[in-house]
């Protein structure tokens, strides 16, 4: 199927071939038939994404600050790599359409295949043939309503939510500021709750289109602040909706000056808010900011999971919003048809953004694609981007997830080892897959994972998707008889990790990505010391917020499981055996804005009579280096901090080692997977054994057990 794709680093516009979305439970696939082109928002990040890199960065400074923070810990060279990776990400455009239910996730109610749908979401309702909604950003096409109009639905509940915000009484007189799509939609919303409206804006067209669609009053920008004192009587408006897009703070000046004693003043548009005090203060102004569709925004509980607010608490949610607007249009209270300026064909939307650029010199407000209709999902399941043959005696590799952590650090790295040969990538969207395809060089691509399982070409399967996708993918590894290389966590619940060890022959590797043991200074450690030993290992991890996913016990595991399992793996591999015994206790604190286990006291105990202790803490300051572990044994003390210095204490001699970048040990840890793969068939050890990441997993779900209890818990296995 094709998509619409940009380059966020060079602003390159294609359409582009790309797999069909897998349909996941809590939502449904939409064949689209006709999407908005949003001549403001799109018009903005393809503006943005065609800047230089250093236009990008005058944009923003918060950025670049948090890019010179991370070159002092880690290094320039380190740093540069994953800024510019993170740069070439491909990004989807388009965030609202209308189209046709093609398929239907299993817990999604109400909506059945062949049901016209609207649907909104960035990232979600994108200029795509087949795209996934998720249940709360989709509903039903009311029969009296075409599929052109409901292809507003985004824009509309961006206007109804700024109108709500407003809270307009009948009768009330509002200015409206600004008369894009927004603005004339805001206008015509107002009229519809029986206010009189002023609007402004600097195109004479746009003024005429407001009047012609019910605007009491419409006039330049420059003229508001005088005829908006004629139409009130010199009282000032109630309400001011400012859906004007400038970087000047102008808007919120003239807002001010137009508004009655406790009028309100809302932004939707993105303006300089430069608040002048004086005059918000002497009127007593209320400013509000109108969060794009609604209530569930930037909520993946409810964008995600779809969970829905209770009606009776959260009357007008997105979805709600969406609802009222289509039914606005089908009472013929709102005519988004009349502002349509062009339609292109979705195989011609590339005239539609020279339109946006200027490319072609013609005005426009709304631009609506129109698709072809028919498309058969099984034809569009993989994507072959070359036909080269594959070498069967290679490692033969199949990837499976392609998020930041796997564009930035995974694949530069495994790129640097010869040996593997990049064959099927799966990701979650077609946008990723064909962006990560195209960079590193895939024989195809596809979003669904047993494309590669049951693909005989792969031996190797990579998987680097959410935690709590992990063991599920490592057993059917397994079971395809594929050597198996999963990044951290292992898994995310005991029962997973019993299922592995079942499933696990030894025929098949199974290696976790616990890459500090392959680090060069760990190494040296390793190297120097001997017998039993006693580690501190300090880590300044820094704050992840709750609403991260990684936080969700469910999918992530939350930061024990997900990351502390690294520090344990590293301490087992320096002291050489087992943990028999854990005892870890929390901070315990008021502020639950980050969970006390990310701030945790780790004692491991081990069976050749060493010991280790791990301090965990999330609630430091960032700027002190992030990793710190002293070591003391057979008469040596060691420090590492951050895997940049090395200082070795040994018959009284210091020796110190010191490197501009880190080396966490990516790339070792791929060598050493290579060989372990190579070597499989003779007998030869894998890189890391079962046994000793079986015991690092298990170790991670009894700290936890270890802090509810606020007990010494034994790791009987």
Known sequence: MKQLIQSFKTGELGLFDVPAPLCLDNGALVQTTASLVSAGTEKMLVDFAKKSMI??????????????????????????????????????????????????GENLSGINIGDRVACGGAGYANHAEINYIPKNLM???????????????????????????????????????????????????????????IASDIDPSKMQLAKKLGCDEACHASELIQRANAFTGGRGVDAVIVVASTSSNQPIIDAAEISRMRGRVVLVGMVGMDVPRNVYYKKELEIKLSMAYGPGRYDSQYEEKGIDYPYDLVRFTEQRNFESFLGLIQEGKVTPKALITHYYEFDDAMSAYDLLEGKIKEKYLGIVLKYKANLYLKDHAVIKRYEKSVGLDKINVGLIGAGNFTKSVILPNLQKVDGFS??????????????????????????????????????????????????????????????????KPLCIT?????????????????????????????????????????????????????????QDRQIGGGRIIGEVCHFIDTCSYLIGSDVSSVFATTVSKSDQSIPDEDNVNIVLNYKNGSTAVINYYAYGDTSMLKEYIEVFGNGISMQMNDFREL??????????????????????????????????KNGAKPAIDFSSIYN?????FKILESIKSKSLININE
Not at 449 to 472: Q, R
Not at 653 to 675: L, P, R, S
Not at 696 to 700: A, E, F, G, V
């Open 55 to 104: 236009q990008k960065a005058k944009d923003r400074p918060d950025l670049v600050k948090q890019v010179i923070d991370k070159m002092k810990k880690e290094g320039v060279k380190n740093t540069l790599e994953k800024v510019f990776t993170k740069l070439d990400t491909p990004i989807p455009l388009g965030y609202s359409l209308a189209g046709k239910v093609i398929k239907v």
């Open 494 to 550: 005991q029962e997973e990790l019993e299922q592995i060890k079942l499933a696990y022959s030894g025929q098949s590797l199974v290696q976790v990505g616990f890459n500090r043991r392959f680090s060069p200074m760990i190494k040296k450690m390793k190297d120097q010391i001997f017998g039993q030993i006693s580690i501190n290992y300090r880590i300044n991890a820094g704050v992840i917020p709750k609403d991260v996913w990684i």
């Open 647 to 680: 200082v070795v204490y040994k018959k009284g001699k210091i020796t110190k080692e010191k490197h501009a970048n880190q080396d966490k040990g990516f790339i070792g840890e791929f060598k050493a997977f290579k060989d372990a793969i190579n070597s499989a």
């Open 696 to 700: 690092t997993t298990l170790c991670t």
């Open 422 to 487: 990049l064959v099927g990538l799966c990701t979650a969207t077609g946008v990723s897959a064909e962006g990560t395809g195209k960079k590193y060089d895939f024989k195809y691509i596809t979003t669904n994972s047993d494309e590669l399982f049951a693909n005989g070409e792969i031996n190797t399967v990579f998987i680097t998707t959410k935690h709590n996708d992990h063991a599920n993918k490592v057993i059917k590894a397994i079971n395809n008889k594929k050597h198996c290389f999963v990044e």
């Open 139 to 197: 509903v039903k096409i009311p029969d009296e309503v075409d599929d052109i109009d409901a292809s507003f639905v985004t824009v509309g509940a961006i206007a109804l939510q700024g109108v709500r915000q407003a809270a307009p009484l009948l009768g009330e007189k509002i200015a409206v500021m600004g008369l894009g799509l927004l603005g004339q939609l805001t206008v015509q919303l107002l009229k519809a709750n029986g206010c009189k409206v």
